[in-house]
């Protein structure tokens, strides 16, 4: 994947600063119609740059599974603790693939990965490299790793034991014999060359029936006998938990994965007191402590935060004990409490920020680029069908695939790709609401304009577009409500928003993690819609006045 050297921050002022103009022309268009309509178009925009940061902080991103959010947690509250901080944590972003991409286009600077990951996924060696021809390799892409962390978390294969008694299954190679089996694999194990891509090959497994599902949800769709077999960490903690059989990786298919970080070749030098503490972690987490960390989150509820926090207060203290973390069997009940505490928590304020401004920002593009579309499906016949149809076809792609498709064009990961996303998905109601508009007024209005001497842009601007205003207002309401909704995929790439919730949420199977996430951007959205509600009426107060 091609990428740019770019930096988040600076890539959002260019990006608001860029909308100025173009947002003062809409202002001066409103302003002769509503000025209620001003105000609140003002109050929206001015979130565009009340996001914009410029403190040159350290830059934490993460996968979207437990493991890697509470190691990404460790080392953010490890840094913050020490004296060093602030840091800025961008977690849950997605696959390698997201990951490698925010690295190196300076989006991040560091994140959790492991060795067999980086010779097999990164560098695509056919075996495991060392940690110097790790390095080696990496060099060319401004990129190293290092501070091994102590443990390993390879990947397995795991069946339920009583199925595995069943079935005499031991191995990997067993499976050979069961066609049958369905088995239930995360979206990036399907993909990767040391997943299943190469394990079906080696293995020769090809007749087996796959099915794609998160990987937080796996385990209980395996409980529930909807899958027969999963891939699964070996540090994770629900394999105790769901009583399950890791497969012995008989042929030896599987590298090793030893946990480390990698990160930018600058973070040394531009975080040095950082980066000295991140150094401590070396050798300092167990594969034992790791497994037991993931329980605090899976199997106890703890959020990630909170077992970052303990790790660090036992680490400075004592071991752990088998007492202080025994696993429990099942996870804590729901209650509306821990909804009402959890939607409401430290970080409410800055997510409601982030949605805000991935909304408004994709909004007022939408406006700007959808109005002067929606004027020419109507003068221009042929070429509007064309725009109608190019905008109403990309409504069909799916969230996730444009969104990889405009990471791999742009070649950054976050705002970027997540606004140009969230502005394509926003085109549509605006343009057939203004060309609905431009054609229900009369013949006989254009006719007087006419008569009266008006030039077509005149006729335009003091005629054709204040009597389809409140129809174009109908389209950009629907546009705001949908972007609303939209706007939560925007975490998986690095965007924020609300969607972190979500993503955490599937990671844990977390119920009230997902619901802090769902329910604030659907109230949000009827927020909106409420306000464009008012905004329409007092419109047509004015217009009757």
Not at 162 to 182: F, G, Y
Not at 476 to 495: E, Q
Request: proline letters at 3%; hydrophobic letters at 45%.
């Amino acid at each position: 994947m091609s990428v740019r050297s770019d930096n988040s921050y600076e890539s959002r002022h260019r990006f608001a600063i860029a909308l100025l103009p173009y947002l003062t022309a809409a202002m001066n268009f409103f302003r002769e119609k509503n000025r209620h309509l001003v105000v609140f178009l003002t109050i929206l925009f001015a979130t565009l740059f009340l996001n914009l940061s410029f403190a040159q902080t350290l830059i934490i991103g993460s996968k979207r599974f437990t493991e890697s959010y509470i190691l990404s947690e460790i080392f953010g509250q490890l840094i913050v603790n020490s004296g060093n901080g602030p840091v800025t944590q961008k977690n849950g972003l997605g696959n390698t693939g997201i990951l490698l991409s925010a690295l190196t286009s300076g989006e991040i600077d560091l994140y959790p990965e492991y060795t067999g990951t980086i010779s097999k996924e990164i560098l695509k060696s056919d075996s495991v490299l060392s940690l110097e021809e790790i390095n080696s390799r990496l060099k060319p892409l401004g990129l190293k790793a290092g501070v091994l962390l102590g443990f390993s978390n390879s990947y397995a294969l795991a069946i339920k034991q009583e199925l595995a008694d069943k079935l005499n299954i031991r191995s990997i190679s067993d499976l050979q014999k069961h066609p049958e089996l369905v088995l239930g694999l995360s979206h990036e194990f399907i993909g990767r060359d040391d997943g299943w891509k190469g394990l079906s090959d080696y293995y020769q497994l090809k007749g087996l029936k796959t099915s794609g599902l998160d990987h937080g949800i796996a385990y209980e769709a395996l409980s529930k006998n909807q899958i027969d077999v999963i891939d699964a960490y070996t540090t994770d903690s629900k394999i105790i938990q769901y009583g399950l059989k890791l497969l012995v990786d008989d042929k030896h298919f599987f590298p090793s994965y030893e946990a480390l970080i990698l990160f930018r070749t600058n973070v040394p030098a531009r975080f040095p007191e950082s980066w000295n503490t991140l150094s401590t972690l070396q050798n300092k987490i167990t594969q034992t402590t790791m497994q037991e960390l993931n329980s605090l989150a899976e199997l106890q509820g703890k959020s990630f935060k909170e077992t970052a926090n303990y790790f660090l207060e036992q680490s400075l203290n004592k071991a752990y004990s088998s007492e202080e973390l025994k696993i429990k069997s099942t996870q804590p009940e729901f209650s509306i409490t821990e909804l009402i505490t959890t939607t409401f928590g430290n970080n409410f304020l800055q997510l409601l920020n982030q949605h805000l401004f991935l909304v408004f920002a994709s909004l007022g593009l939408a406006i700007l680029i959808g109005l002067p579309l929606g004027v020419m499906c109507f003068y221009k016949t042929h070429i509007g069908q064309a725009i109608l149809s190019i905008t109403a076809a990309i409504q069909t792609i799916p969230s996730l695939a444009l969104l990889a498709f405009l990471i791999s064009l742009l070649g950054v990961i976050g705002t970027i790709p997540a606004v140009s996303a969230l502005f394509l998905y926003g085109l549509l109601p605006i343009i057939q609401s203004t060309h609905a508009g431009m054609t229900e007024i009369p013949r006989s209005m254009r006719q007087a304009a006419c008569a009266l001497g008006l030039g077509q842009y005149d006729q335009l601007r003091y005629i054709e577009l204040p009597l389809a205003f409140n129809v174009i207002l109908s389209g950009i309401k629907v546009s705001a409500v949908l972007t609303v909704g939209n706007a939560t995929l925007a975490a998986f790439v690095g965007a924020g928003g609300f969607g972190e919730r979500i993503a955490q949420g599937l990671a844990l199977n977390d119920t009230s993690m997902l619901l802090a996430g769902a329910i604030p951007s659907a109230l949000l959205a009827l927020l909106i819609q409420y306000i464009f509600v008012l905004l329409q009426k007092l419109s047509k107060i004015k217009s009757n006045a």
